[in-house]
Each structure stands twice: as C-alpha cells, then as structure tokens.
C-alpha cells in the first residue's frame, strides 16, 4: 500500500508548526506518533499535501506537576503514561487505560495527543480522560486557549478542534486522595480496539460511595460519561445490591442504536467494572488505597 | 444504512422547499459541497470535498431531484464516487407546515462501499449524522437571513 504523495516538514517549535498549519490548513496534517494517520495514509483514505512532524518539539513531550493538576503535553506516548510515577500516584486511570492500547509497537509510538485528536471513537484513551475531567490546551494562530474535555468530541473522527489549532498538553486534575480507579475493556479479538471500555475512579468511605466518575468508550458512536450512573451510585453503599442495579444505567448516557447486544455487553462491562472494587476491597480492607 | 429524521425549518414550507432545492443555497450549507453544475432539468454535477479530520477525499457524482412536487415533496438521488469509495444516497423529503415552520422528514437509504465502508457502519451513521444536522442548522440561518 503506497500513500498519495506529500511533502514532510519538522517542525522545531510550537510557533513554526503554527506557521505551517496556517499556510494550508485544510490540507496539512499534524502528525504524532503516526500509528493512526499513517494506515489511513496507506489507504488513501487520508490524503494530506502537508505532513507537520511535531516529534521533535521538547515543549510537548513529558509529565510535570503543575499545582493541583498533572500536566502531560501531547507528544506524551503511551509507554512513558504508563510508566510515570506522578501519573501513577495522582491519576492512574490515565495510566491503567494507556496499558490497554494496541501492542508495545503502539504504546511506543503512539501519543496522547495524538489519540484525542484523532478522536478515534473507538479509542481507549478518551474513557480515561472523560472520567478524569481532562482540560486541553489549545494553540492556534490567535493564541491559547482551553477546552474542557467534555465536548471536545463533536462526532466520530471530528472534535471542536479548528484546522489551523495544535493540542499542546492534556491538564489532568490530581485525584482525591484514596481514589480506587480500573479501566476495563472488551478488546476485539482482532484489531484489540475495544468493543466497550469503562474507565472508573471512585471515592469509598465505610462502604459508602462519596463521589466517582465514569467514561466509557467504544460502544456509542461516542465516547461518553455515565452522568445518570454516577448520580446514582453516589451516596450508596458499595455492595451487590448496589452494583445489580447500577449496571443498566450507564445506557441512559448513550445512543446504542437501541442494540440489544451492545446494551447488554456495556451493562456486563459496567457491573463487571465495579465489582472489581468490591473484590479489591474485600482483599484490602474497605478504604484502603488499591 | 437508513437515513431519517425531522428538522424545522423557521419559514414557510414555499420558501424551505425553495431554499432545499436552490443549487446556489444547497453550495453554501452543505458540508464539503464546492460546486453544482446543471446538466439537465432537476439534474446537477456535484463536486465534494469530504472532510472528516484524516479522512479527506474529493467525490465528483451527481445530484437529481426526481418527483418534484413543490412545496410538499421531492426525492433526493445523489451518486458519488472518490479516493475511499462510492456512495448513492436515495431519500425522500417532505414538507408540513407546522405554525411558522416548516417541518421537514427526510427517509431514504445511503449505500456506501469501497475502502470507506471498511471503517465500519457505525461511525459512518455518526459522521452522516452530524453532518445532517449541521446543514440543517446552516439552511436554518439561510431561512432566518432570507426574512430580515
């Protein structure tokens, strides 16, 4: 498989990326790790003239606390969430969900900022980053500027992000202290996307749920948080009972194109996902760390 | 794949029809459309430029309104063939006066094939969506532009 010709830029800044962009936006493509673009590439379905390697730009690589926030900038790969201790300790949802991704050619290769860009809606990355709260910083010809991660995602493969704008980092506000967090997914058996991905992070005091968010990826035609499904487990005791009837909601949240096997499968996965923190728990101690 | 649904148009049903079947208004609002050349009598050559973020392609086919029956009706058939493969859309549209509005239904079939398809059924249900919506939304300020 051959690509369409285009021309290769390397970009040494933010600034001349920027530059670049703006000369052709419709027809430039940013590229990252590539492990995205590139096969869209191959398949002539993605014909970009401009290709803007941001590789090589220090400013967005690497994980810095900054305050209450863990700020990763969006040549971050996968490899190096996964084996960061500040993601570890103040956010290791990011971390359990990067781990998931591809094979160990992928998490290599491929970013962060690449994953939400590309806004893949069958990506694992976005159920992390929507049950985190993540803030986007945002820089285009007329400056930076920030976006909520909740309505980033406009539709599959399109986001708020405009032609001539660069994702520079991802602002990962630190957990509560004592969070318990998993990210659980059904991958497909070929290509290892998931079918359904559920990223959790909850607060548990004497078996009773304070607070918690939920994002779950790949079986709507986005990725989504389980508002109606937080409301309801918040203020519950964590048991059985509880879990029996929270499955069935995380629906609420979603367009399943009334499917009932993608309805049933998110309503496993959910349940499945938040009896992992009644066994850990039951291993642990109730407000144990986990 | 079926495409349906409803949308309101804020102006009388003459004037939605008007403004759905005008080549130069069908050219401003509909994502990616660049250009619709006449070559016959309800019958136009349509240039598009698809863009969804990596996926970006030029399509050239065709657009006809078949069984006008203005303001209450027409259909829709549009052929189209690019880098990622082909798609034949065949849809028809009516128009209800509802108070001020007009309400419009589309209900049709869009056959997509070739590599595109590859990606799957679901997220191409969801770009189509979207895109819908936007050129609704866009022939919504036509309308409101078109009264003041």
Redesign the interface.
Known sequence: MYT?PFEYRRADTVEQAIGWLANDP??S?VLAGGH??LP?MK??????QVLIDIGRITALKGIRIEGDDVQIGAFTTYREIVESPEVNEFCPLLAQAAQTVGDVQVRNRGTIGGSL???D?QADMPAAVLALDAELLIEGPSGQRTQSIDGFF??????SLAPGEILTAVKIPKLPAGAHTTYLKRPHPASGYPLVGVGIWLTVHDQVIDNGHIGITGIA??PFRARHLEDFLKGRLLDAATIAQAGPLAADDANL?DDPYKKNLLQVYVTRALSQFGESFAAKGLNGKS | MQLSGNKHIPASIDKAYTLLTDPEVLTRTMPGLKRLTPISEGAYAADLEM???????KYQGTMRIEDASPPHSYRLVLDGQG??GFVSVNMSVEFVSDGDEASVSYQGEAQVGG??AS?GQ??I???A??LTNQFFQNVAKEAIQAKN
């Open positions: 369409a419709e027809n493509k995205s673009l869209l398949l002539v379905l993605a014909q970009p860009c590309h806004a809606p406009l539709a599959p493969f399109i986001t035609d986005l194109d | 863009g969804v973020a990596a996926i970006k392609g880098p990622g590599t595109i990606m679901r997220m249900s969801g770009v969506n979207y």
